[in-house]
């Protein structure tokens, strides 16, 4: 059982707006840095969100982050086929010493 | 441009070791810490630990310590991970990270008798 609870899928049609959450506790999101990965199949997870709400260079600017409490969000805009993918929230957990993941939330463009 | 370029796949028998290596280029090694990552087949990502490659210290997952073991060499700007005493639950894609990003390509381990 992951640290940070993700949906397990979600889905959306070309040029919506969708939204990942990803709940956790204040050990992690409520106490640190959330940082968001998209994972294409058969690749290595990139960087989409990184100290929060941050886009690393050559993000595209439909990409947002959120975080607040012991919660975050990830908020894909302008939905494009070339999103659909596995996306990961990830923090650092004190209680643990550890950083920790959600577990995945697959988005599926319809 | 940052780059980590991590050793082939390997098969191992239970019981063995394997060693991973992460070749960094394209920045200061010893200004970011080293993470890594595994995955297996269909499932989510699991942190294993870090190493810092200035002062060597590490930092391990509680599952994976005392079979675990991550390692730097500044003069070759690559890190290792060793895991020991293999099972075909550590059948995985394992993967370095500079901090948070970016990640080398994986390297497949496959456990099998």
């Known amino acids: 059982q992951s640290a940070l609870t993700q949906p397990p899928s979600t889905s959306g049609t070309p040029g919506q707006r969708v939204t990942i959450s990803c709940s956790g506790s204040?050990?992690?999101?409520?106490?640190?840095?959330v940082h968001w990965f998209q994972q294409l199949p058969g690749t290595a997870p990139t960087l989409v969100i990184t100290?929060?709400?941050q886009r690393p260079s050559g993000v595209p600017d439909r990409f947002s982050g959120s975080a607040s409490g012991t919660s975050a969000s990830l908020v894909i805009s302008g939905l494009r086929s070339e999103d659909e993918a596995t996306y990961y929230c990830a923090s650092w957990d004190d209680s643990l010493s550890a950083r920790v993941f959600g577990g995945g939330t697959q988005l599926t463009v319809l | 441009q940052v780059q980590l370029v991590q050793s082939g796949a390997e098969v191992k028998m239970p019981g063995a070791s394997v060693t991973i290596s992460c070749k960094a280029s394209?920045?200061?090694?010893?200004?970011?810490?080293i993470n890594w990552v595994r995955q297996a087949a269909g499932q989510g990502l699991e942190w294993m630990g870090w190493m810092n490659p200035d002062s060597g210290d590490t930092g391990y997952a509680q599952k994976f310590r005392g079979r675990l073991s991550i390692t730097g060499d500044t003069s070759t700007r690559t890190a290792y991970m060793e895991l020991r005493s293999l099972t075909s639950d550590d059948s995985a894609v394992y993967y370095c990270t500079r901090g948070w990003d970016p990640w080398g390509q994986g390297t497949q381990v496959t456990v099998s008798s």
């Open positions: 204040s050990s992690n999101i409520g106490n640190n840095f």
């Open positions: 394209g920045y200061t090694f010893t200004d970011h810490d």
């Open positions: 100290l929060n709400n």
